[in-house]
Each structure stands twice: as C-alpha cells, then as structure tokens.
C-alpha cells in the first residue's frame, strides 16, 4: 500500500542553483512515486516559488538546491532553503542551514575543520594585485587555486596548480573576473584523491560511511586534476578503496568532518592525499548529486560499489531518514526494511 504522505521534490532550472538535473528530479519521482501517492516536482528560480510551495505544507521535501539570490535588495543576499523550510515548520531531506552555510563556503569549512583538530590544507583567499612578489604569499609553492563557493569542478583545470608567482597571478585574476569574488588558494596535495558517501543510519546515530577513490589521468605537468572538463566529461575512474588502512584513515576523517560541520541525513566529504600518504579535507558537499548512473553521481557510485545498494533503495534511504524527524500522527512512514544491505558503519 502507497503512504499519502505528500514529497515534493525542490530543484531549480538555474544549473548554477541546483544540485540536481531535471532527468534525476524525473527518477527520483518515478522511483517514489512507487510507494508515495502524491510526489510532485518544485521549479525553484525566486522567493514567489518558495511561497507557492510552502503554500502547499509537504509532508517532506527532497531538497536539491541550497539558496536563491535575492535580486530585489542590493549585496549579495541570498534565501536558504533550509533555513526558510525551519521557519516554516516544513521538513526537508538533508541539512540544515548552519551546516548547508559551511558547505558552500570552503574557507569557512576549512577553518571548522581545522579547529577541530582535523587535517586540512592551510589556505588564503587571494585577489588580483594583492601580493607583488612571490616571498610576500603566505604559503609556499606548489600551491592549487580555485573558486571558494563553486561545485561541479567550476574554475579548477590544469591551471590550478601553480609552481611560480607569474602563473599565481594569472589564475586568482582569472578567478576574481570569472566568478567576482577572490580566489581560495591552498597547500597543492599531490597524492590520492577519494570522495566518502555519508549516510545516517536508520537504526541508530551512527554514520554509514561509503569511499571511493577517484582516479584521473595527468596531465602534461603531470598532476590528476579533477575538474570541471574531466568531470563533464565523466574521463574520471571511480574505483573501491581496497587498502584497509588507507580507508579506516579516510573514512574517520570523512565522518569527523561530516560531524564537526553539523551535517545530517547524507552527504559527501571530499579527501585528499598529501605526499607522506596523510588525509586531508577538501570540502563537503551535502546536497550531492544524485544521478542514476553511478558514473555520473559520486554518492550513487559509493552507495553501489560499497553497499551494492541499488538506486531505489538509496532514494527511500533518504526519503525516510528525513520523514522519521517527522511524528507519526504527521506522516505515514512505509515500513521498509534495509537489513539486507547490512547497512552498518564502515569502520567506528
């Protein structure tokens, strides 16, 4: 029997806005619309879709997207979905806005995870004409450059990796024209990449955590960038962590960053190697795609290859993680049973 409970799934037609292609809302649909009577699908592009939406009290919503610009007040405001959800009693799938907040700023997730007590790179954000030589830099090169709130591999090419002050300044100019804001620049690590899946359990308050590594071929220099044409282009190799101790060392890092941000439901936590073989966090992203195809999506590829977890069983994962913050006389829960996949953490 179908639950009543309504989900409506939020995305937004800007790509620039949304995590989530309208092919993957469509899935996604399909996939609930299985168990859930009224499953319906939000274009979010501005503050009059929010109030339509809310308008219509879902029991949950899938949320894909984490803030819209708000274009009628001078500055760079911004409307978070999360936030605006909360304070309309609305539950939602994922994270809240503390934690979506630090998501999108890298530095400031960064700085979090650094005062944990966590390994990360040390970095400095970086505008054009700042610095005129090389010994004023705070750090030292080899150093990487890139956006400070972009996904999806915006701003990072072979450029990104700089071993000398005239090629510094011709990225962070690039990037403080391309994306009007400064650059983050960074410590380059110059070994393994991998990417952690985090799931919640529905058992209990332990995380579920799913690595996979993510292997690119070099480039003339000679270093694995994975960015923005890789990715579009899906060049990358998405293998299993085989090496029990580099995957304990990266899995406890992925879930202590995953914590120390406030993060909940799922996510991913970006880890790379350094050249000694230690872990450090990248960034997190907490409204992951979520693309069918497991060579297209990160989390679905970690679900498939760590848990052999199939699609639907991944999408209900979520549904219900978000659904059992809800009381029962609010919504309908299915009663679905995962124990099948065994779905325990990877390392405690």
């Known amino acids: 029997m179908k639950s009543n409970t309504h989900i409506e799934i939020v995305r937004s037609d800007t790509s620039s806005l949304s995590s989530m292609g309208q092919q993957s809302a469509q899935m996604i649909r399909h996939v609930l619309g299985r168990h859930y009577k009224n499953v319906g699908i939000t274009n979010v592009s501005n503050h009059h879709d929010l109030t339509k939406l809310a308008a219509t009290a879902p029991g949950l919503i899938f949320l894909g997207m984490k803030n819209i610009p708000v274009t009628t007040s001078p500055g760079h405001h911004k409307i978070w979905l999360s936030q605006y959800f909360d304070e309309r009693g609305l539950n939602y799938t994922g994270s809240n806005r503390g934690a979506i907040a630090l998501d999108y700023d890298k530095p400031a997730s960064k700085q979090a995870v650094r005062q944990a007590g966590l390994m990360t790179s040390s970095h400095f954000l970086a505008q054009s004409g700042q610095y005129t030589l090389a010994a004023q830099l705070p750090l030292s090169f080899p150093l990487f450059i890139k956006p400070p709130n972009t996904g999806g591999g915006k701003g990072?090419?072979?450029?990104?990796?700089?071993?000398?002050?005239?090629?510094?300044?011709?990225?962070?100019?690039?990037?403080?024209?391309?994306?009007?804001?400064?650059?983050?620049?960074?410590?380059?690590?110059?070994?393994?990449?991998?990417?952690?899946?985090?799931?919640?359990?529905?058992?209990?308050?332990?995380?579920?955590?799913?690595?996979?590594?993510?292997?690119?071929?070099?480039?003339?220099?000679?270093?694995?960038?994975?960015?923005?044409?890789?990715?579009?282009?899906?060049?990358?190799?998405?293998?299993?962590?085989?090496?029990?101790?580099?995957?304990?060392?990266?899995?406890?890092?992925?879930?202590?960053?995953?914590?120390?941000?406030?993060?909940?439901d799922y996510g991913r936590i970006d880890i790379r190697l350094d050249a000694d073989g230690t872990p450090h966090f990248l960034e997190a992203n907490l409204v992951p795609g979520l693309a069918q195809h497991d060579f297209t999506s990160y989390f679905t590829a970690a679900c498939q290859i760590n848990r052999a977890m199939d699609y639907e069983t991944m999408i209900l994962s979520i549904v219900e993680l978000g659904l059992a913050r809800q009381s029962s006389a609010d919504v309908d829960l299915l009663d679905i049973s995962f124990d099948h996949l065994n779905l325990v953490p990877a390392f405690s």
Do not use: H, W
């Open 156 to 264: 990072i090419d072979s450029a990104s990796v700089v071993r000398d002050f005239p090629a510094y300044e011709s990225k962070v100019e690039a990037i403080n024209r391309r994306f009007d804001c400064p650059a983050l620049v960074e410590n380059y690590l110059q070994g393994r990449e991998f990417s952690v899946a985090i799931m919640s359990s529905t058992n209990d308050d332990e995380l579920v955590a799913m690595p996979i590594e993510l292997i690119t071929e070099p480039n003339l220099a000679g270093d694995r960038i994975l960015g923005q044409s890789v990715k579009a282009a899906d060049t990358e190799r998405v293998v299993a962590v085989t090496d029990l101790a580099v995957k304990a060392l990266v899995v406890g890092l992925a879930k202590a960053a995953f914590n120390v941000l406030g993060a909940r």
